[in-house]
């Protein structure tokens, strides 16, 4: 019997492009077990073609702060994943259905390939998710770059910090940023507002 874990493992992988013959490697599951979770969960399967290409990416497409680069990193430390531990790597974005368009933008920059899969409702991260689509892309490069400008650890960098382009990738992913005591309020998170702090005392100087 499946645990939750390679119930939703599976659609996960499949969307991000993997076969189901990895799938099954990965999960130690057979593909038919696997081909029939995702039939369960609606999922239209790929032919065998599609699986077989080689998808591209620009990996060197965060390595200079541009605005369009600055923007999407933004997105990026607001709403998306990135793994890395020095031999593979992995950017991923999940968003709702009604903006896959914003995902596809984002293929665009990067000048991916990939896959924009479909994922269905389901407990992703410990909530529950309303249907949605997602990408997710192997790169050792672009993953340890984004590790490198702050997106868990560490300061952030300070050229991300005086861009307005970051600020709105970062609202655009995940809603309002304010300061308490300036002016307006959702706060995104402890360490942007930090990071929002110093651009408030550096305008004042």
Known sequence: ?????QKVRIVELYASGESTLKI???????????????????????????????????????DEISQDAAYWIGFLFADGSVSSDGQSGRV?????????????????????T?????????????YRSKPSVRIS????????QLLSLGRY????????IQSSDFWRGVVDGD????IPGVGVCILWARRLTQAARSIFALSQE
């Not at 650890?153 to 991300?160: A, R, S």
């Open 1 to 5: 019997m499946l645990t939750d874990y």
């Open 24 to 62: 099954g490697r990965l999960l130690q599951l057979s593909p038919t077990t696997v081909n029939r979770q995702l039939h369960r969960f609606g999922v239209t399967l790929r032919e065998p073609r599609e699986t077989s290409t080689r998808c591209q990416v620009r990996h060197d497409a965060f």
């Open 92 to 112: 991923s974005v999940r968003v709702s259905e009604r903006d896959r368009n914003q995902l596809v933008k984002f293929r665009t920059f990067l000048g991916s």
């Open 114 to 126: 990939h896959k924009v899969g479909n994922a269905p409702a389901g407990n992703y991260g410990g």
């Open 137 to 144: 892309i192997p790169s050792v490069r672009l993953s340890q």
């Open 153 to 160: 650890q560490g300061p952030i960098n300070d050229l991300l």
């Open 175 to 178: 809603g309002s940023l304010g």
